[in-house]
């Protein structure tokens, strides 16, 4: 089992985060094995990872009209613009072999799906974690009805935003290819820390 939280932002990677890399690091719940950095419009791994005993995984967050599409599993990034149709994102991060995640579907905080979630090929949605729990259990009822995984993250820009959602994987994950495998074959779930 392995637990990851699969959405969060760095300092000097993403203007609206002021989490640095040590406040990561030294603020995170023993209860992770892993991040996933999935900073805005940018797809590049740090040069240097001063602390070997913390996983780093690497994914995106891509707008488009409709919200925020979190991809994994991709080598390269849409140029950044805000007018993409959602099914161009999908399409662009399906072609690369990657999966697609709804971020934040439901929200009173950022652009989001709402039920027209239902109406894109994801391969998971977002229980995301700076969000109040009447958001969460519509999040949960539509992967329940598209019969996709959930997927955790606390969507952390500041410290206090961290530990309140990770994605907990029901096999080791020492790859971003083990999370899309175990995304695809709904070998996961999102889970309260």
């Known amino acids: 089992m392995t637990v990851i939280d699969m959405h969060i932002h760095l300092k000097y990677r993403s203007s609206c985060s ?3 890399m040590y406040d990561l690091y030294c603020n995170l719940s023993v209860s992770f094995n892993a991040v996933c950095i999935t900073d805005h419009w940018k797809l590049a791994p740090l040069k240097y990872n001063p602390y070997q005993d913390l996983k780093i995984f690497y994914g995106a967050e891509i707008s488009c009209k409709l919200g925020d599409i979190l991809a994994y599993g991709i080598k390269y990034i849409l140029p950044k613009k805000k ?5 161009n994102v999908i399409e662009f991060i399906h072609k690369q072999g990657g999966i697609a995640v709804c971020a934040h579907p439901y929200t009173n905080r ?3 799906f709402g039920d027209y979630v239902y109406e894109y090929e994801f391969e998971g949605i977002e229980i995301n974690g700076s969000l109040d729990e009447k958001y969460h259990r519509l999040a949960e009822k539509a992967a329940n009805s598209m019969d996709i995984p959930t997927l955790g993250g606390s969507d952390a820009h500041s410290i206090r935003q961290l530990n309140t959602f990770g994605t907990k994987f029901e096999k080791p994950i020492n790859s971003i290819k083990d999370i899309v495998d175990a995304v695809k074959n709904k070998e996961c779930k999102a889970i309260k820390i």
Do not use: V
């Open 83 to 87: 007018n993409y149709d959602a099914e």
């Open 110 to 112: 950022h652009e989001g």
């Open 18 to 20: 002021n989490l640095s």
